[in-house]
């Protein structure tokens, strides 16, 4: 659809544009094509029509919006100049926004600072309308805190959009906005995204900095869920790159990631798997979307074949528990100085009260062990992968759960639960390699299926380049939830 500048559009016309690439709405606003002002009215209206069914936003700054989508104007040169954008509550801070992390323990607090990723963000001409809903501390992979209530998922509002970054997929995927802000300790990216029908990467370890507030996170990173995997390789280009102080960076590319996806990757040697990490049964559904990436990738040159990880060689659960468990504990201290308010079992819902427990109860010398432990299952399945320019394996080993199946008021039940359903992203987060998850299917049911690729060790450019021949081939940013 060509626009001409200075010609008024229908309010049809505009919603429909958030569903086209953050990218090419960037494009369009510099051109004159459409105000950038337009495109966060369009974003303010289809939240306020579609978030009391999805409940993707737990706080909305109109006013801020507009304001500074009234700064902006053709000719603005920066690369997601105009396009409205939604912030995660948990992660980096926001100035002036409630951070939260889903958590009643949190009480009101509000940071004084931007934190890198979201200048990085604005700096890039995104315009932040608001924060999404997360599951209490991230924890689970669904996003049904006590204190904000359930998100759903726009392709069946009695489904999960899936978590931690599940308020930030229902709302790209229900057309809010283009593209939002997440983060991934465990899949928290890449499982909303496989859920919602987006893509999701999880960049490598030391990619994104979590300055000032961190030095280095082992296991969570941030970056975005988007429609396209130019627009994910786009935000990785902003959001990439050493902040003073940093402790590790990931080496920065030769080129921009946007570059990866201009043309078709050399033949790939792939290896893939659907045998999980964890004892869980993987549905049919998505053993057959494997199996169709296999033909697909074959029919593209590429040279496939399977290889089934020992990766249940080790106990990894109970390492990378003991380790979530640590971190819930250190979040949840972090909450009590900042509210006052002591953690207790009243204060927290049960599995954030169990692991954080847990957390307080761990020693120095069993963290210790505990790192060490997951370093040599990192360096264990980074050696195996060696051979493999990219891995395949499901994104999910469920279809999208319904509400309420993973209940976080169960306690460590819920997290047992949690990983029968999604057992094969945590790992990855252990090994510190970068994934991606692509909605190449839509399955009988009406619902979104994805497959999860991994690359090699700071291969953010070989695997965006073999995502970018996928969507190539098997297109799916047209499809669109009922709901929309």
């Known amino acids: 659809m060509a626009l001409d500048p ?43 029509r579609l978030n009391p069914q999805i409940n993707a936003f737990i706080h909305v700054d109109a006013d801020a919006a507009r304001e500074t989508a009234d700064t902006i104007g053709p000719g603005d040169e920066r690369p997601f100049a105009g396009v409205p954008l939604a912030i995660k509550d948990i992660g980096p801070p926001w100035e002036g926004r409630p951070l939260t992390f889903g958590a009643e323990l949190f009480g009101d607090f509000v940071p004084d600072f931007d934190g890198s990723v979201v200048r990085r963000l604005k700096e890039a001409g995104f315009v932040p309308v608001g924060k999404t809903n997360a599951p209490e501390f991230g924890i689970l992979p669904v996003t049904e805190p006590r204190r904000y209530g359930p998100s759903r998922n726009p392709w069946d509002p009695g489904r999960t959009p899936g978590g931690s970054s599940g308020g930030s997929a229902a709302a790209t995927a229900s057309g809010m906005v283009p593209i939002a802000h997440g983060n991934d300790g ?58 003073a102080g940093d402790v590790h960076w990931a080496p920065p590319p030769d080129e921009p990631f946007a570059r990866a996806v201009e043309g078709d990757p050399t033949p790939m040697r792939i290896g893939y798997t659907i045998v999980p990490p964890l004892d869980a049964q993987v549905d049919p559904a998505c053993v057959e979307a494997v199996d169709e990436t296999v033909g697909l990738l074959e029919s593209l040159g590429h040279r496939v074949e399977r290889f089934d990880l020992p990766w249940r060689d080790r106990d990894l659960f109970h390492t990378f528990t003991t380790m979530w ?38 020693s120095a010398y069993e963290h210790a062990q505990a790192m060490v432990e997951m370093q040599r299952y990192a360096r264990a399945m980074v050696g195996q992968l060696a051979p493999y320019d990219a891995f395949l394996t499901p994104a999910l080993a469920e279809r999208p759960v319904r509400i309420g199946e993973i209940d976080p008021q169960t306690g460590m039940e819920a ?50 380049a073999l995502s970018a021949q996928l969507e190539r081939a098997r297109p799916w940013a047209d499809r669109r939830p009922p709901i929309s």
Request: charged letters at 20%; proline letters at 6%.
């Open 325 to 362: 468990a640590v971190g819930i504990g250190m979040t949840a201290m972090f909450a009590s100085q900042i509210s006052g308010r002591e953690p207790t079992e009243d204060a927290m819902e049960p599995l954030s009260w169990e692991l954080y427990k847990r957390g307080r109860d761990t």
């Open 6 to 48: 200075g010609v008024a559009l229908p309010e049809a016309t505009i919603s429909e544009l958030l569903f086209r690439p953050a990218t090419e709405l960037a494009e369009m606003v510099r051109a004159g094509q459409v105000s950038a002002r337009e495109l966060v009215d369009a974003s303010l209206e289809q939240i306020e």
């Open 186 to 243: 465990g899949g928290s990216i890449r499982i909303p995204a496989a859920c919602c029908g987006l893509v999701g990467l999880k960049p490598s370890r030391g990619r994104i900095s979590h300055a000032p507030t961190l030095g280095e996170s082992y296991l969570a990173t941030d970056g975005v869920l988007s429609r396209t995997v130019d627009d994910t390789a786009r935000a990785l280009d902003v959001l990439a790159g050493y902040e």
């Open 415 to 464: 997290f047992a639960r949690a990983g029968r359903f999604t057992p094969f992203t945590a790992v990855v987060n252990v090994s510190g390699q970068p994934a991606i998850s692509l909605p190449l299917y839509q399955g009988d049911d009406g619902l979104p299926t994805a497959v999860h690729l991994i690359g090699r060790p700071a291969g953010e450019w070989g695997l965006l």
